[in-house]
């Protein structure tokens, strides 16, 4: 059958049936592989802050800046006609009780929880601008769309639920980069991000077209099509995925509504995140949604941190730094109740949580002396991982006197994305997918796995 002819076929059962539409892609998934070594964890949530969070603001203190404001450092630089004037970070610095890690007053609530945190502040990457940033931290690439992380670890690893897609993202708003950040590019459809948008209809087509016992023999008759169908095209795997979509799009219909049921939480859980009851689209709502998601055997949660357009975000930093207030403020309580709750249900050594952002900020003002604002800063930036295999309260790699460049144990995307993979199981080298022509990795040819953050 030609493919206009299948589209034509595929649309008439769709109108026929009413069958979830939208849904149709949703994987149902079995293992790639198996773990390669004894994993860490088992599952990851990903706390992404779009636009680049200042490290020199936030988790790197540097007592140079303010001491040298608006100080020139053409000369410190060796660079006589770089005229680029020191800016002191607008925020004091404290220690966490119990281990010792300088966070700022940026982050009061995650500061108090850095004794369950890796924290690396020598990471960096190779670009400067939001988009190949933002494309390189999620899929290694900064030229052209890769597999993504997510759909690296669905594929290698697969689901603990199958009713339930083991790739998810939830993101209110279109980021940077696009959806090609969770997709699944070459490797199978059915490990590409399932997208869930906060608020009333957090994914949409799910109410049934028809009651559910004629549904399920709807459901039925298209099986039974599909998979005569399937069994003249053995070699088809698009065709696979897709017959194997249908059911999980049920799945999603009994389940999914549930799932993001926040109603269901205590006030007391409400108030550990910070939540409202009947807000779906805060920050801590969605937090709340990423460990309802893992508890029913998600594999892989990202919280995408955008408010309204993707310029709405940390990168309003390009403005003024003052800025930062509001896009910490929404976020650091829900992350640190995160990591309370996860480690008050036990939760918390089988969770990776991954805390980052695609580039740093300088530490020079953008606009020159006198001015409020930062660029962005590629060469040196902080991420930070807590909960399954991670060591807690430790503190690597250093930037020098003001944060501008690495001066020990530099930590590249790629040895990010290593360690990632190495806390689930998988090694890195061996976790290859043939195309055209080549075998490909996340890590493209490169990456080493921080072995001095693993317990």
Same mark, same amino acid.
């Given at each position: ?59 790197? =203190? ?112 279109? =980021? ?11 490797? =199978? ?267």
């Amino acid at each position: 059958m030609k493919s206009g002819n299948h589209i034509t076929r595929r649309k008439a059962l769709q109108t026929a049936f009413g069958v979830l539409p939208a849904a149709v892609g949703l994987p149902q998934l079995t293992a790639a592989t198996t773990a390669h070594i004894q994993p860490r964890a088992k599952h990851v949530i990903v706390l992404y802050m779009s636009g680049g969070y200042s490290h020199v603001d936030t988790f790197d =203190p540097k007592p140079r800046l303010t001491r040298d404001h608006d100080i020139s450092i053409g000369s410190d630089l060796k660079r006589p006609g770089f005229e680029r004037y020191l800016k002191g970070a607008d925020w004091d610095f404290k220690p966490n009780r119990y281990c010792g890690t300088e966070v700022s007053d940026l982050f009061p609530h995650i500061r108090e929880m850095m004794h369950e945190v890796a924290l690396i502040r020598s990471m960096n990457c190779d670009h400067s601008d939001h988009g190949e940033a933002t494309l390189q931290l999620h899929t290694w690439s900064t030229g052209f769309a890769m597999p993504s992380l997510g759909s690296w670890l669905s594929y290698g690893l697969g689901s603990f639920n199958p009713n339930l897609p083991s790739h998810v993202v939830i993101s209110e708003h279109r =980021p940077y980069s696009g959806p090609q950040i969770w997709d699944s590019n070459f490797l =199978p459809g059915v490990h590409a991000g399932v997208q869930i948008m906060p608020g009333d209809e957090p994914l949409p087509n799910l109410t049934p077209a028809s009651p559910g016992d004629l549904q399920n023999l709807e459901l039925s008759l298209l099986d039974t099509l599909n998979r005569e169908h399937s069994r003249k095209r053995p070699v088809d795997a698009q065709l696979v995925a897709r017959n194997e979509s249908f059911k999980t799009a049920k799945g999603l219909q009994d389940l999914a509504p549930e799932a993001l049921d926040l109603t269901k939480e205590s006030k007391a859980t409400l108030d550990l995140y910070g939540a409202q009851a009947g807000n779906t689209t805060s920050y801590a709502a969605q937090a709340i949604m990423a460990r309802r998601l893992v508890e029913r055997g998600v594999r892989f949660v990202e919280i995408i941190d955008a408010v309204g357009a993707c310029r709405d975000n940390w990168d309003a930093a390009h403005r003024d730094m003052a800025s930062h207030e509001k896009y910490a403020s929404r976020v650091d309580k829900p992350v640190a109740g995160l990591i309370k709750d996860l480690k008050q249900r036990g939760m918390l050594d089988d969770v990776l949580l991954v805390f980052c952002t695609e580039f740093g900020r300088t530490p020079w003002a953008q606009e020159g002396k006198g001015t409020k604002s930062r660029n962005h800063h590629p060469s040196a930036f902080s991420c930070w991982l807590a909960g399954g295999g991670v060591k807690p309260g430790v503190v690597y790699g250093k930037t020098d006197d003001i944060g501008n460049r690495i001066i020990e144990d530099s930590v590249h995307i790629h040895d990010f994305h290593a360690t990632i993979l190495h806390i689930m199981g998988l090694n890195h080298e061996k976790l290859t997918f043939r195309h055209a022509g080549r075998d490909f990795r996340l890590t493209d040819i490169h990456g080493r796995i921080v072995d001095d953050i693993l317990l």
